[in-house]
């Protein structure tokens, strides 16, 4: 069926450096493409999308973007900080459904 | 409310019991959105609402799982005779509802059940 891989976590990396978290999907369809943050003890929250290829979704200073050649949504940062330690979901939303199918989620640990 | 909020927060009971949880949507969002997030499994999804009906149940595990929603706002998530494997933080989501598939899904916070 359709889904969603995620590198597996944690993360750690130094505040300022850079960041990449590789996301793929399998190739079924033409799927909205989403990645999702999880801050400690809140809940899950829309971080950036992107509905079609070459797209690119930004907020807060990540990006991503859609390829459909590879089948990657990679979520990428110039320079973290510790404030951005979450736990980072990647999920696509395919045509006729509704339903969010999400990767496994990758944990993020930014230290000072 | 400004988002989606649910309630309870936390929930424990025992083995054997029946569970409700709640869950009320961003006021005019008519589409709803029920998920669980396991260590074993992960995020999944278990029923979708527009209005007050559910086109998409595919994801309830068993038949101990049911859900409604009333005058097309609030849902509830029921489970009788919670198992062990029901402990979960349980997620629900909300959105416009219009006919573009692509719309945002908002989170709220969650219920964590746990099933003693």
């Known amino acids: 069926g359709d889904s969603v891989t995620q590198m597996e976590g944690p993360v750690t990396l130094s505040e300022e450096a850079f960041l990449t978290i590789n996301c793929t999907y399998t190739?079924?369809?033409?799927?909205?493409l989403f990645w999702y943050v999880q801050y400690p003890g809140e809940g899950l929250q829309l971080l950036l999308k992107a509905t079609k290829a070459d797209d690119k979704g930004s907020n807060k200073g990540f990006e991503a973007t859609y390829r459909k050649e590879t089948t990657s949504f990679h979520l990428e940062k110039g320079s973290v900080q510790v404030s951005d330690s979450a736990v980072y979901f990647c999920?696509?939303?395919?045509?006729?459904?509704?339903?969010?199918?999400f990767g496994s989620g990758t944990r993020l640990q930014v230290q000072p | 409310g400004a988002g989606v909020s649910q309630s309870p927060s936390n929930k424990v009971t025992e083995k054997g019991k029946d569970v409700e949880l709640r869950c009320d949507p961003i006021?005019?969002?008519?589409?709803l959105y029920w998920y669980r997030q396991s260590l074993g499994q992960g995020l999944e999804f278990l029923i979708y609402?527009?209005?007050?009906?559910?086109?998409?149940k595919s994801g309830l595990p068993s038949d101990r799982f049911s859900a409604e929603r009333t005058g097309g706002s609030v849902s509830t998530l029921t489970i009788q005779r919670t198992q062990q494997e029901d402990s979960a933080v349980y997620l629900c989501?909300?959105?416009?509802?219009?006919?573009?598939?692509?719309?945002?899904?908002?989170f709220g916070p969650g219920t964590r059940l746990l099933v003693l």
């Open positions: 989501a909300s959105s416009f509802g219009r006919s573009s598939l692509q719309e945002t899904q908002y």
């Open positions: 190739a079924t369809g033409y799927p909205s």
């Open positions: 609402f527009q209005g007050n009906s559910a086109p998409d």
């Open positions: 999920a696509r939303l395919d045509t006729g459904r509704r339903a969010l199918t």
């Open positions: 006021s005019g969002h008519t589409a």
